[in-house]
């Protein structure tokens, strides 16, 4: 089985037939033979929850409902982390670390992994793991 963290994008892309990645995700869905084990965060299933038209959102709820894919857990402690992720990710300037991306990559951390489901392909570039490794984007 696969391990993955699903951002905002894709998780809307899988129940948007009209999302331009919507293929792409369903694809990789289907792909892997012995499955995938997706995980994704609060904040994420938020996200994708507004961005969705309200059909569309109450199969992804539950879809998310079903245990299709897990919700990674956090408690207000984690709270320090996540915000320290932003801080190093943020540049007035030029780009913002958002909360929902923020509990991603501190999950991958917690988790191990660094595969990652997103069409923000610019953001996790350039985010790293603790440990200096970067995320293999799908």
């Known amino acids: 089985m696969n391990v993955a963290l ?3 994008g894709p998780l809307v892309a899988l129940f948007d037939a009209d999302d331009m990645a919507h293929p792409h995700y ?3 869905l ?3 033979p012995a499955g995938w084990r997706l995980t ?3 904040p994420c299933v938020v996200e994708a929850s507004h961005f969705l038209p309200p059909v569309a959102r109450w199969q992804m709820l539950r879809w998310v409902e079903q245990g299709a894919v897990s919700i990674f857990p ?3 402690c984690h709270l320090t982390d996540m915000l320290a992720l932003m801080q190093q ?3 007035n300037r030029r780009t913002q670390m958002d909360f929902a991306d923020a509990t991603l990559v501190w999950a991958a951390q917690e988790m191990g992994t660094q ?3 997103t069409i923000d392909v610019r953001d996790f570039y ?3 793991l603790a440990d200096g490794r970067s995320f293999e984007i799908l």
Request: no cysteine; proline share 4%; aromatic share 20%.
């Open 74 to 76: 956090f408690d207000p």
């Open 126 to 128: 350039r985010y790293r």
């Open 40 to 42: 994704t965060t609060w």
């Open 115 to 117: 595969q990652i489901w």
């Open 6 to 8: 699903l951002d905002t």
């Open 26 to 28: 369903r694809a990789l």
């Open 89 to 91: 990710y943020t540049d």
């Open 30 to 32: 289907q792909s892997e």
